[in-house]
C-alpha cells in the first residue's frame, strides 16, 4: 500500500512562496495522474490541481497562474510550488491520485501539511 507523506507547509506573508513535498513510500508511475487538494472551510477537500506521468498539468482557477505542480517519478514525489500566495490559500494541503483523471481510486490520506497565509 502506498503511503503519502506531505511536506513543505509553514507561516508565509501575503505574495510570498512555499514549495510542497509529497513523497510516496511505494512506486507512483504507475499512477498516472496525482494531484494537490486542501480543505475547505465547510471542512471538503478541495481539487488544487494534477499532474500527468508525462508532465501535462491542470490547475483549479483559483490558483491558475500561481502554482505550479511537478513530480519526480524517480523520486516518487510530487511537489506544489506556490507563487503570490493569498490568505484564502489558507488550509491544510494533501496529496493523492486525481481519480477522476487517472481511473484510480484514491489511497490513504496522509495527515497534510499545513498553510497559513497572513495579510
Known amino acids: 500500500q502506498v503511503q503519502l507523506v506531505e511536506s513543505g507547509g509553514g507561516l508565509v506573508q501575503a505574495v510570498g512562496s512555499l514549495r510542497l513535498s509529497c513523497a510516496a513510500s511505494g512506486n507512483i508511475f504507475s499512477i498516472n495522474v496525482m494531484g494537490w487538494y486542501r480543505r475547505t472551510a465547510g471542512n471538503q477537500r478541495e481539487w488544487v490541481a494534477s499532474?500527468?506521468?508525462?508532465?501535462?498539468?491542470n490547475y483549479a482557477d483559483s490558483v491558475k497562474g500561481r502554482f505550479t505542480i511537478s513530480r519526480d517519478n524517480e523520486k516518487n514525489t510530487v511537489y506544489l510550488q506556490m507563487n503570490s500566495m493569498k490568505p484564502e490559500d489558507t488550509s491544510i494541503y494533501y496529496c493523492?491520485?486525481?481519480?477522476?483523471?487517472?481511473?484510480?481510486?484514491?489511497?490513504?490520506w496522509g495527515q497534510g501539511t499545513q498553510v497559513t497565509v497572513s495579510t
Open positions: 499532474i500527468t506521468t508525462g508532465g501535462n498539468t
Open positions: 493523492n491520485v486525481d481519480p477522476f483523471r487517472s481511473g484510480y481510486p484514491f489511497l490513504s
